[in-house]
């Protein structure tokens, strides 16, 4: 297991002989600043750190657009409605749903295979992505779409677990049928997000019990082992395939049993996650397959703030963005300009045609790898100017975002409505033995779906499923006064935490200082910095301003002025709930 060294040190203990559990006032111990050391990704620092053209979208509006055309089956249109009811009654005796996984997709919508073919990847992704906006998806123009995910919990297969599709019927259409850990592994991770969104929710608790166990019973059988192409929920036996082994899904095995510990209290969930977590940390090389690497590193960040475990997870960190894949190669993020267009940042494969990187996975990224920095503020500097790269590039995937001459059909966007994306932004068209695109210059926005089905049409390279998952960005990301200076939401994805104070990362990625200013509210607020350590404001409300120094970073934690700070045994609280869980720590 490997593990990195946390020095304790108390901070200023031996210097001003203060006990370890003191209450704060001005002037005292809390004001001296302490700034953490930054740790870097290499990766990341070869990034621009003022990528061009620059532009960033109000993802958050977005996120709400899409949801009010996508979720609305009185939309007209060629394509449209994108929404369907399935009546199946697959694993559970109730109407459910799908929404096209791309546009146009000759597989789906209720006049083909019963309309049973839709993906959990674009329901559950959409339910969450509406969610995090705060739109309540348990009564939407009369419909309870989040009492209708209960159908993709396979009963009926005796898996027991939440998977891409309602049944294997569908199994040699697409979506992991075919068997690809990553697709049953990832709607457990979308479905605990969902969830906790939605604590009111009871009637879930069974299902979360139950993929809980089954991922703990599979860790059990795999000891260690996660060198396989898929596992059999129902058999609990792990198999190979033509398809890569996925390594990697023990982050998710990690992600879903560590969220049911914080929700059940069971330590055997807990025990679970660190086995899980432990086989990641362990591999010799970087299988990162298609999402779910980067919720090993938050995982391990967040545990060994919590849990007082010690994992060293820089490496898993490196492989989210190396793409240096041992198996599926050069899965990892983007660095490059393809004429003038700075495309860093974004996920996907870094050699297909020159690099082909996809909207889902960029957004979904976000999700772990922000919140990671809350409990390991070292990233800060590193992750904030991967935000800045991949929140400006990913405009890139959208039709009316992007030159007509870098698109494959410019011709079809008004079908997209302005919420649907292309899929995909690749160097060099991969529809080669079609002939297609091949005159395109660099980045060329395009999508996977006429290779899915020969009927497909060219519409099906917009990307409902994909463009589903914008609500991450929407609840991450605000602009403030600086134009390339991010707000970023260290809490809207952070799910299944302990209570928190408002908490937001700021990344100056400028040479010089500059001035930010954000609104506050009303109420007096005590203002720390978590990576200088120090308070910077004991009272201030409304417009609060504020200096971060060039290419460095605030996180700031919004705290009532009346709480009553301390530290203890290493962290920083505030009316007892923590601040900062490196207080006292100095992290090598």
């Given at each position: ?255 879903v049993l560590y969220s049911a510990y ?157 919420v649907i994306a292309y899929e995909g ?164």
């Amino acid at each position: 297991m490997k593990i990195f060294n946390r020095y304790i040190v108390l901070l200023l203990t031996l210097s001003l002989g203060l006990n370890s559990c003191k209450n704060a006032s001005k002037g005292d111990l809390f004001e001296v600043s302490n700034p953490i050391a930054q740790a870097g990704v290499q990766r990341i620092d070869s990034m621009p750190n003022l990528p061009k053209p620059f532009k960033i979208l109000d993802f958050n509006s977005l996120a709400k657009d899409y949801d009010k055309k996508v979720y609305d089956e009185n939309q007209t249109g060629e394509y449209w409605p994108l929404v369907w009811k399935d009546n199946s009654r697959k694993n559970f005796d109730q109407e459910t749903y799908g929404i096209y996984t791309a546009m146009g997709d000759v597989r789906q919508g209720q006049e083909h295979y019963d309309g049973i073919f839709h993906e959990s990847l674009a329901s559950i992704g959409s339910v969450l992505g509406a969610s995090l906006v705060g739109i309540d998806k348990t009564n939407q123009n009369g419909e309870n779409y989040l009492r209708m995910l209960k159908n993709y919990y396979n009963s009926e297969t005796n898996w027991n677990i939440m998977m891409n599709n309602t049944g294997p019927e569908v199994a040699q259409l697409g979506g992991g049928y075919a068997r690809d850990w990553w697709y049953d592994v990832y709607p457990n991770v979308m479905f605990y997000a969902v969830a906790d969104l939605y604590p009111q929710a009871t009637e879930y608790d069974t299902i979360l019990r139950s993929v809980a166990d089954k991922f703990y019973e599979a860790d059990s059988v795999l000891n260690g082992n996660y060198d396989y192409s898929f596992f059999d929920y129902a058999t609990m036996q792990p198999n190979k395939t033509w398809i890569c082994t996925q390594q990697d899904a023990a982050a998710g095995h990690a992600f879903v049993l560590y969220s049911a510990y914080q929700k059940f209290n069971d330590p055997k969930y807990l025990e679970g996650a660190k086995s899980s977590l432990e086989a990641l940390l362990n591999q010799k090389e970087n299988y990162f397959y298609e999402i779910l690497m980067p919720f090993g590193a938050y995982v391990a960040a967040r545990m060994n703030a919590e849990q007082g475990t010690n994992y060293d997870f820089s490496e898993v960190l490196d492989w989210t963005f190396d793409g240096n894949s041992a198996c599926r190669e050069g899965w990892g993020v983007l660095v490059d300009n393809w004429n003038g267009y700075d495309v860093s940042g974004l996920v996907g494969s870094t050699t297909h045609n020159g690099g082909f990187a996809f909207l889902m996975n960029t957004y979904d990224a976000m999700w772990p790898l922000v919140p990671m920095v809350r409990y390991d503020q070292r990233y800060a500097n590193t992750i904030g100017k991967w935000m800045l790269n991949a929140a400006n590039a990913s405009r890139l995937f959208y039709p009316y975002e992007i030159p007509d001459d870098h698109q494959t059909i410019p011709e079809e966007k008004e079908h997209t409505k302005g919420v649907i994306a292309y899929e995909g932004l690749i160097k060099s068209s991969h529809y080669e033995e079609e002939g297609l695109y091949l005159d395109i210059a660099a980045p060329v926005a395009i999508g996977d779906g006429m290779k899915w089905n020969k009927d497909n049409p060219k519409v099906s390279q917009f990307s409902v499923y994909g463009s589903g998952h914008v609500g991450v960005a929407g609840a991450i990301i605000s602009k403030t006064n600086v134009e390339n200076i991010l707000q970023l939401d260290l809490l809207a994805t952070d799910f299944y935490r302990e209570e928190a104070y408002p908490s937001y990362l700021y990344y100056n990625p400028n040479a010089e200082s500059k001035e930010v200013i954000i609104s506050i509210g009303d109420k007096d607020l005590k203002i720390y910095d978590a990576v200088e350590r120090k308070f910077i404001s004991q009272k201030t409300k409304f417009d609060f301003t504020f200096n971060i120094e060039g290419e460095s970073s605030r996180l700031l934690v919004m705290i009532p002025a009346s709480a009553k700070v301390k530290e203890k045994d290493g962290k920083l609280y505030a009316d007892d709930i923590v601040i900062d869980y490196n207080y006292g720590y100095e992290i090598n």
